[in-house]
T-cell receptor, first 112, second 113 residues
Framework: AAGVIQSPRHLIKEKRETATLKCYPI?????VYWYQQGPGQDPQFLIS???????DKGSIPDRFSAQQFSDYHSELNMSSLELGDSALYFC???????????FGPGTRLTVL | GNSVTQMEGPVTLSEEAFLTINCTYT??????LFWYVQYPGEGLQLLLK?????DKGSNKGFEATYRKETTSFHLEKGSVQVSDSAVYFC????????????FGKGTKLSVKP
């Protein structure tokens, strides 16, 4: 069965650089969620989209922005990167009628 | 606000031992409850879920029952295996089908042969 695809899987950036993370949801899933998991921490909700519109916002820094495109893939744009942004970034997708979220393998971002 | 409290780990068990990981929640309304598992170096996999009071979720020998009276969703397995070693997250989803997940802090389980 198709799963959520995230790219890249690993990313190394310097402080103050920018990064773009991509998420390709499971086909026919119209809702996308982004989570951030710091080392040894629980995942924290950042932002979600339904039908290309932002549906909810969590603890996403102002330096980050995201969008969902017409093909339902989503991108998380991160600017002015800080050391504390080093984390695993998960994308999850869900059909609107479903309670269950399906997670991608994550992108591990390291900021040096 | 909504929150999840999980027993802290790490938990170390011998193979075939009984496992309980406690999870309690605070939420308005009637949340859906989930257990996710994260194997080393991997993403989050849904282990089981329950969407209303008294529902029992089960999968791969794991079980959890949605207890509204005690606001709990404890994870149990009768006989753990080495391959069950992972981090287990209890989570709730409030606010309907579009709601985001709120996770507990996670419990690391190590099973020794």
């Amino acid at each position: 069965a198709a799963g959520v695809i995230q790219s890249p899987r690993h990313l190394i950036k310097e402080k103050r650089e920018t990064a773009t993370l991509k998420c390709y949801p499971i086909p026919r899933h119209d809702t996308v969620y982004w989570y951030q998991q710091g080392p040894g921490q629980d995942p924290q909700f950042l932002i979600s989209f339904y039908e290309k519109m932002q549906s909810d916002k969590g603890s996403i820094p102002d330096r980050f922005s995201a969008q969902q495109f017409s093909d339902y893939h989503s991108e998380l744009n991160m600017s002015s990167l800080e050391l504390g942004d080093s984390a695993l970034y998960f994308c999850a997708s869900s059909p609107i009628t479903h309670n269950e979220q399906f997670f991608g393998p994550g992108t591990r971002l390291t900021v040096l | 606000g909504n929150s999840v409290t999980q027993m802290e780990g790490p938990v170390t068990l011998s193979e075939e031992a009984f496992l309980t990981i406690n999870c309690t929640y605070t939420a308005t309304g009637y949340p859906s409850l989930f257990w996710y598992v994260q194997y080393p170096g991997e993403g989050l996999q849904l282990l089981l879920k329950a969407t209303k009071a008294d529902d029992k979720g089960s999968n791969k020998g794991f079980e959890a029952t949605y207890r509204k009276e005690t606001t709990s969703f404890h994870l149990e397995k009768g006989s753990v295996q080495v391959s069950d070693s992972a981090v287990y997250f209890c989570a709730l989803k409030a606010g309907g089908s579009q709601g985001n997940l709120i996770f507990g802090k996670g419990t690391k389980l190590s099973v020794k042969p």
